[in-house]
Each structure stands twice: as structure tokens, then as C-alpha cells.
């Protein structure tokens, strides 16, 4: 999908500062000057299209009492997206992606307590046919704020 400076400017806008108020998409359009349905036919359209992989809040598991961890799976290459997409239908599941490792599909869990991770990964042992799910809880906390800047192409030098 080719962006221009106006979904740009909406990427750079949302990823951080999603407005809470009663017309959000009238507020991004306000911001980037277009209109709310313009705002709004265009965040569906790079949804749709793959540039945004979701809206949302993203909370502290912790301090909402839940617990998280990361976890890991050794799959065939050829079965990748197979067993991604088992793992894609929990809502617990908050990423999942393929690395290149011998441990290849990554993902994390959140989920109300350990036991409820625990069953997670029977079922999705069970239903990928794969395992063991490797459980690798969070020792230390380090979080790292990662927002992207997109420029425009006469910005970049293109």
C-alpha cells in the first residue's frame, strides 16, 4: 500500500495519542486536515490494507493483576503460518511473529494467572499438533516506547 503524507501524518498521530473524546476521527482529521469520514475511510483502508495490525489500548498486565510471558515453539517452516494462526485465535495472544531461530513462532500471553497460561499452551499444543510451548515468564520488566516516524518521500530525499 503506498501511503502519502497525509496517512503519514494520521500514522504518526495514532500510535501514541489515539484521541479519547466523543468524535476521535473528526479530532485525527482536524490534526492532519481532512475531514472525520476522510480520517476514517483511511485508517480502514491501511487496516484493511495491512499497514495497522490493530487499535487499542495497551494496559500494564501487572498492575491490572494479570501476568504475562513470552513464549516460544520450534515449528516446521512449511507449517508456520498454520500453527500462527492456532495461536492468533486466543485473545489472550498479544504478538506472534516468526523469527528466525530454531525456536521459530514467538508469542505472548496475557492472561489472569498461571494456570490460565498453562491451559493456553495444552490447547495450543493440542490443536497445532506441536509443542512444547516454551514458557519464558518476565523476570525484569523493561519497557522500551517504540513509535515509528514516517516521513514524507520529499523528507527522505526521494
Known amino acids: 500500500m503506498e501511503l502519502d503524507s497525509v496517512d503519514r501524518g494520521i500514522l504518526n498521530m495514532i500510535q501514541t495519542g489515539f484521541p479519547i473524546c466523543h468524535a476521535p476521527y473528526a479530532e485525527i482529521g482536524a490534526q492532519v486536515g481532512v475531514s472525520e469520514d476522510e480520517a476514517f475511510t483511511r485508517v480502514k483502508a491501511m487496516r484493511d490494507g495491512g499497514v495497522i495490525r ?53 508469542f505472548t500471553v496475557i492472561a489472569p494467572d498461571e494456570e490460565a497460561i498453562a491451559q493456553i499452551h495444552r490447547e495450543i499444543e493440542r490443536d497445532s499438533g506441536f509443542g512444547p510451548v516454551r514458557n519464558m515468564p518476565m523476570i525484569k520488566k523493561f519497557k522500551i516506547k517504540v513509535d515509528f516516524k514516517f516521513k514524507d518521500k520529499k523528507e527522505e530525499g526521494e
Open 54 to 106: 490493530r487499535i487499542g489500548a495497551s494496559f500494564d498486565s501487572r498492575g491490572l493483576g494479570w501476568t504475562s510471558t513470552l513464549c516460544a515453539m520450534k515449528v516446521p517452516a512449511d507449517k508456520i503460518d498454520e500453527v500462527a494462526k492456532v495461536v492468533s485465535r486466543y485473545p489472550h495472544v498479544t504478538h506472534n511473529y516468526e523469527r528466525n531461530h530454531e525456536y521459530n513462532l514467538w
